[in-house]
Nanobody, 121 residues
Framework: QVQFVESGGGLVEPGGSLQLSCAAS????????MAWYRQLPGQTRKLLTS???????IYEDSVKGRFTISRDNAQNAAYLQMNSLKPEDTAIYYC???????????????WGQGTQVTVSS
């Protein structure tokens, strides 16, 4: 079964930037909508942003204007450019494929290990 591998996390100072990447460990039967989730310390995993096959995007309010999702349809890969990072962005970031609909997202692949982002001075 296809699983996604996230990379690009690390330690960054407040105000800094990181770009996360996500790629499938195998091939998929078609191109799907994609999404990034994050799990803040002590909380459950929550939808952060999604992008449809056509390129339509939604963002959680706290990251609007700071984070940008993009994708490579040929690779079923997704990217998350994170700018102006804040300590409250510290979390494990995950990606997945599925269906974006009406502001929500239905993931269909098993979750990967995620990538840790720590924002601290």
């Amino acid at each position: 079964q296809v699983q996604f591998v996230e990379s690009g996390g690390g330690l960054v100072e407040p105000g800094g930037s990181l770009q996360l990447s996500c790629a499938a460990s195998g091939s998929l039967d078609k191109v799907y909508d994609m999404a990034w989730y994050r799990q803040l310390p002590g909380q459950t995993r929550k939808l952060l942003t999604s992008i449809t096959v056509a390129g339509l995007t939604i963002y959680e309010d706290s990251v609007k204007g700071r984070f940008t999702i993009s994708r490579d349809n040929a690779q079923n890969a997704a990217y998350l450019q994170m700018n102006s990072l804040k300590p409250e962005d510290t979390a494990i970031y995950y990606c997945n494929v599925g269906e974006a609909y009406s502001g929500s997202f239905w993931p269909i692949a098993p979750w990967g290990q995620g990538t840790q982002v720590t924002v601290s001075s």
